[in-house]
């Protein structure tokens, strides 16, 4: 993947807070010692109630073990034990000192691999509001992609770099080429919007695609982008899409978060 952006993230400002609540985790949290349940027991059910209420969403950073047990004036050992806990209730998805992140099964992005979809469709049918936050969108040359479209080293292509974002939350950061020969339409394409309904308001529908899926580490640039605090298992998707049997339109890279997404396969005996 090439091309990334930044993104800050910290512990005061982490990626996909809600916005209900700009407060970082330690200010939303009350601990008592007045009472016989330990500590560790109230901070994992406190967070249980955040997190499946959606106050903290899937996908969000929790802040590392001793920065947490720091701000709460507790032991590390008592945050390594809520943790723990919400390992086993499946909530989260551990890293140890540095953080862990949000895996709400119930918000896990679960998509088909039965047809051809793009990223704004598949949000709308899961239910999130999709949005794109554009890094790079440009009329390029390319000799190598050029080649991979199987057209001469002058073509011209529309490049997009965007982070895909459902409901706010970065799901997947895309650097992605189209063929101006096949769809010259596209020089003026609007790069906040599914590339895929402007083709087919341009009358050119996608016939069928060829999909890998890889897996594989985010790197510095593109943990910034989904607020990771430390290189996390995430999918490699790349696909090249046609109008018509021969005609390639796109090639496009994502890579999709793997805390969020689990992608499914039905297969017929």
């Not at 723990?84 to 918000?107: D, T």
């Not at 050029?146 to 770099?161: D, E, M, N, Q, Y």
């Not at 982070?163 to 790069?191: F, I």
Request: glycine share 8%; net charge negative.
């Amino acid at each position: 993947m090439s091309n990334k952006a930044h993104a800050a993230s910290s512990l005061e400002h982490e990626d996909a807070r809600p916005e209900s609540d700009q407060r970082p985790v330690d200010q939303r949290l009350q601990l008592r010692r007045d009472t016989a349940m330990p500590l560790y027991r109230q901070l994992e059910e406190q967070l249980t109630e955040l997190i499946e209420s959606g106050d903290i969403p899937a996908g969000y950073t929790l802040p590392a073990e001793r920065a947490l047990a720091e701000a709460l004036g507790v032991s590390r050992a008592t945050v390594q034990q809520c943790y723990s806990g919400l390992r086993e209730r499946n909530l989260i998805q551990g890293y140890g000192r540095h953080g862990s992140v949000v895996q709400n099964q119930r918000a896990k992005v679960l998509p088909g691999m039965d047809r051809l979809r793009g990223f704004t469709q598949e949000m709308s049918e899961f239910g999130r509001s999709p949005s794109s936050r554009v890094l790079e969108h440009a009329i390029v040359t390319d000799r190598s992609i050029a080649s991979l479209f199987g057209l001469p080293s002058t073509a011209h292509f529309l490049r997009l770099v965007r982070v895909r974002l459902g409901d706010g939350v970065p799901m997947s950061v895309e650097s992605a080429w189209y063929s101006l020969d096949a769809a010259p339409g596209l020089a003026s394409a609007d790069p906040h919007g599914s590339i895929y309904r402007q083709l087919a308001n341009q009358g050119l529908n996608l016939s069928h695609c060829e999909q890998t899926i890889e897996a594989t580490f985010a790197n510095e640039l593109e943990q910034e982008i989904f607020g990771f605090q430390e290189p996390i298992p995430c999918l490699l998707i790349k696909r090249q899409s046609y109008v018509g049997p021969n005609t390639m339109v796109e090639y496009v890279e994502g890579l999709f978060r793997g805390d969020t997404y689990t992608y499914r396969l039905k297969l017929d005996a």
